[in-house]
Every structure is written in structure tokens, then in C-alpha cells.
């Protein structure tokens, strides 16, 4: 079996896998020409349009499910940049993922596919949201913690109420960390932020993310194509002995984060930070739905377009899982990609 090989005119595409904070990483590392555009936007649509059906073959079943997430590696649009980088999902193409910033950092130090230096390791990466810098620990034994300086993050708006169907009204506040959430009070619609409640938060992430989105225009002060909801975020205010709350982000296609959700920690501190919860350096511990935690931290304030804004620095630690050659024989119709949530 060891010697055996897929016919020639099967489609044969190669990747990485990992996960950070429990929340998977599928870095494609052959398999995919280059891709077009002078912008990371740019080949974010190109890919949208071109490779939906290797995005779909990889991220649902039969090789993926529901909850998948992975990215395509290109090369650099910036002079400062190492790599670019699109993430992709059950439903497409995100703008910004702070879990895979972690997981890309350790795939890159840790296979070789960019060098590495003790004690720390530096990577810059054009995302569809822009340069985002991320730093790893490097010793003897490996590559550990990752930290990375996500894009300027800001609050859009506090306190707005809208009408939920099967909920009545929903109080959230909306906030870009990288891509745009709808951040709840856990409590105050109910929901069990542990693996128990899982269900039951797909269903109220669904509802309250389809109502926000009806009720009006999401738009970022300088990127057309970053102006849309990405997901729902409950907060559990009900701190640990070492934690500050837990967040459970329901995003896209009704998936649920495993990890802390790195660009929703960004979100989460430009909040605290407006409301006058968290000053310039001020760190807090997030904790996921299974238990995993990132920690973030107020570095800078700046602005973006008229806006106020905060660059916050999120740290995790990733793990490679495998390597893997997916082969996609094109007489299977099921092997293109299903899903059933």
C-alpha cells in the first residue's frame, strides 16, 4: 500500500495540519498554482472566484466537517511581509484569523518552510485585513508560544438593541478585530458557554448574526470588502480564578470556534479599552468553549480612518496534527465536498 499512487489525472494537493487552542489549521503546502493580484484583497477575490472548489474539497466533508479551517499561502504583496495568506472556512474566504496566525507561525518555524533563530522568531503576514506581525519562542526543544500584533482594531458601535426572532431583543456591541462580531452577554439570552451548550449556541449565534445583519450597513472606514459580519461572540463574564471571561464565537456557516478566537480577543480589548476597562498595556486572559486560552494585551492606541482605534497583541500556543496528501479523484461527486450543518 506504501507504494502505491493515485492516477495521473487525479487532482493531488498536500498540506499541514495543526491546531491552536483545539481549533484545526489545514495549511495547503502544494497542490495550487500561483495566485493572481497585485492586493491580498485582490487575490482573496481571485480565489473566491476560482478556488471555491478546493476550498469546498478541503474544508467539508469528506475530508473536512462543519468546523474545518485552514488557509492558502501566497506569496508577499508588501515589501515588509514574509508570506501572504487566505484563510478559508465552511462558508469561504475570511479576512482575518488570529488562531491561524498562531498555527502559521509554528507550520512555517517548525517544517523549515522559513527559518528560525532562538530565542524568538519574527513573521510578517499580509492578510486581507493587512500586516500582521507575529513572534514565536524558539528554543532547543522547538518553536513554543506565539504572539502577533494584529491589525488596528476599534469599536463600530456600544449598546445597540435589535429585535431577534425567538429571542426578543438582543443587546450587543459591534467591534472589528480583524473581521466584524456582534459581541452578547451570555446571560442575557441564555446560553451555556461549555461544550454541553453547543447546539443551542449555533442556534442563537444563526439568529442573532442573521438579525444584525438585516438591520444595517457593516462598513470599515477603508476596505469595501471588509464591511460584513463575520460571526456572533457570547461573553461569559464569569471569570476563573486566573481568567477574565470566556468568549464562544459562532461564525460563518453556523461554526464554532474552538480556540478563544484571536481576532475576537482584538475586538474584545478595543471594547474594554473604549469603555475604560483596560488601559495602554493592560493584559487579559480569554478562555475557550473546551478550556484552551489566549492572552491579550492593549500595545498601542492609534486610528484607523476617523476612528479610534487600539493595535492589540494576542498570544497562543499551536501543535501540528499531520501531514497529509488529499487526492480528488474527479469521477467523485461526494469527494468535491458536502456538508451537513
Known amino acids: 500500500m506504501s507504494q502505491w499512487q493515485p492516477p495521473s489525472h487525479w487532482r493531488r494537493v498536500t498540506t499541514v495540519d495543526s491546531h491552536t487552542g483545539g481549533e484545526p489549521f489545514r495549511v495547503v503546502t502544494d497542490g495550487v498554482g500561483p495566485i493572481p493580484g497585485d ?12 478556488l471555491d472548489d478546493l476550498r469546498r474539497a478541503l474544508m467539508w466533508e469528506p475530508r473536512g466537517h462543519a468546523d474545518m479551517y485552514g488557509c492558502l499561502v501566497t506569496e508577499p504583496v508588501t515589501a515588509e511581509a514574509d508570506l501572504g495568506i487566505l484563510f478559508i472556512h465552511n462558508e469561504g474566504f ?7 496566525v498562531i498555527a502559521m507561525t509554528k507550520v512555517a518555524l517548525e517544517t523549515g518552510m522559513l527559518p528560525r533563530v532562538s530565542p524568538e522568531t519574527t513573521i510578517r503576514m499580509d492578510t486581507p485585513a493587512g500586516l500582521v506581525t507575529a513572534t514565536a519562542l524558539v528554543s532547543d526543544s522547538g518553536v513554543g508560544r506565539v504572539r502577533f500584533k494584529n491589525v488596528p482594531s476599534f469599536v463600530a458601535a456600544l449598546d ?3 429585535w431577534v426572532r425567538g429571542l426578543g431583543v438582543v443587546t450587543y456591541d459591534l467591534a472589528f478585530g480583524g473581521a466584524f462580531y456582534a459581541y452578547v452577554d451570555a446571560s442575557s439570552v441564555g446560553v451555556d458557554c461549555s461544550p ?27 476596505e469595501e470588502d471588509l464591511g460584513f459580519l463575520y460571526g456572533v461572540i457570547f461573553v461569559d463574564m464569569q471569570a476563573g480564578e486566573d481568567i477574565h471571561s470566556r468568549n464562544v464565537c459562532v461564525f460563518a456557516e453556523g461554526e464554532v470556534d474552538r480556540s478563544p478566537t484571536g481576532t475576537g480577543v482584538s475586538g474584545r480589548l478595543a471594547i474594554h479599552h473604549a469603555r475604560g476597562d483596560l488601559e495602554l498595556g493592560d493584559s487579559i486572559v480569554i478562555e475557550s468553549l473546551v478550556g484552551s486560552r489566549f492572552e491579550g494585551r492593549v500595545v498601542e492606541q492609534t486610528s484607523l480612518g476617523s476612528r479610534p482605534a487600539i493595535v492589540p497583541e494576542v498570544s497562543g500556543e499551536a501543535y501540528l496534527t499531520g501531514r ?7 469521477e467523485d461527486v461526494l469527494g468535491k465536498g458536502f456538508i451537513l450543518r
Do not use: N, Y
Open 160 to 162: 445597540q438593541e435589535i
Open 324 to 330: 497529509h496528501e488529499f487526492w480528488i479523484d474527479p
Open 39 to 50: 492586493t491580498i484583497l485582490a487575490k482573496r477575490r481571485h480565489a473566491s472566484e476560482h
Open 196 to 222: 454541553a451548550g453547543t447546539e443551542d449556541l449555533i442556534k442563537k449565534g444563526r439568529a442573532i448574526k442573521k438579525a444584525v445583519m438585516a438591520g444595517a450597513p457593516i462598513v470599515h472606514p477603508l
Open 94 to 100: 475570511s479576512t482575518m484569523c488570529g488562531h491561524g
